[in-house]
Structure formats: C-alpha cells, structure tokens
Nanobody
C-alpha cells in the first residue's frame, strides 16, 4: 500500500505562486504514474498533471505554461510548481499514485484570492 502526504497549500493572491509536495512511502520507480488532481466546490475532481515512472509528464490544457510537475527520486517526492495562479485554480489538490490500484492523499487546500 502506498501512502501519500501532500503539503504546501495555502492562501495566495492572484498572480502568485505556490509549490505543492507529495511525499510517497514507496520508491517512485515502483509507481506507474503519479499525478495531481484538484476538486473545486461543487465540481468534479479533475486531472491537473501526471508524471510516469520513466519521467514523462503531462499537464491539463487549463494549466499548461503555468504549472509544472516534477519529482525528486531520492526523496520519493513529486512536486507541483504553480505560477500565475488564478481564482479559478482554487480547489483541494490531491496526489494520486497508480500501481495496479489507485492510492490518494488527503488533499491540500489552495485558495487564490485577493
């Protein structure tokens, strides 16, 4: 079983930046795909970005050019660097690991507001 712990959320003004972290209890090379998802109030959870065990990344069109997913294999940690944040980026951000089954973190709140 993979345990995931997210951190780094908070309140930020529009145009600001945040970096989210997701620490995994397993080696990243053993996890097929790591991803960030988000869920805003009253909306469905949506994909933000993913990174595979080989390092291939993918981002949703809504965040391309603003968000970057990366990883530190030595720390078993995946990051989501977010720039030029908008109020519509406000959501709970979740980390997910896929290794035959899906594992989810507890989520971290990101609020973009002036």
């Amino acid at each position: 079983q993979v345990q995931l712990v997210e951190s780094g959320g908070g309140l930020v003004q529009p145009g600001g930046s945040l970096r989210l972290s997701c620490a995994a209890s397993e080696r990243l090379w053993s996890i097929y795909v790591m991803g960030w998802y988000r869920q805003a109030p009253g909306k469905q959870r949506e994909l933000v970005a993913t990174i595979t065990a080989s390092g291939t990344t993918n981002c949703a069109d809504s965040v391309k050019g603003r968000f970057t997913i990366s990883r530190d294999i030595s720390k078993n940690t995946v990051y989501l660097q977010m720039h030029s944040l908008k109020p519509e980026d406000t959501a709970v951000y979740y980390c997910k690991a896929e290794r035959g089954v899906e594992y989810w973190g507890q989520g971290t709140q990101v609020t973009v507001s002036s």
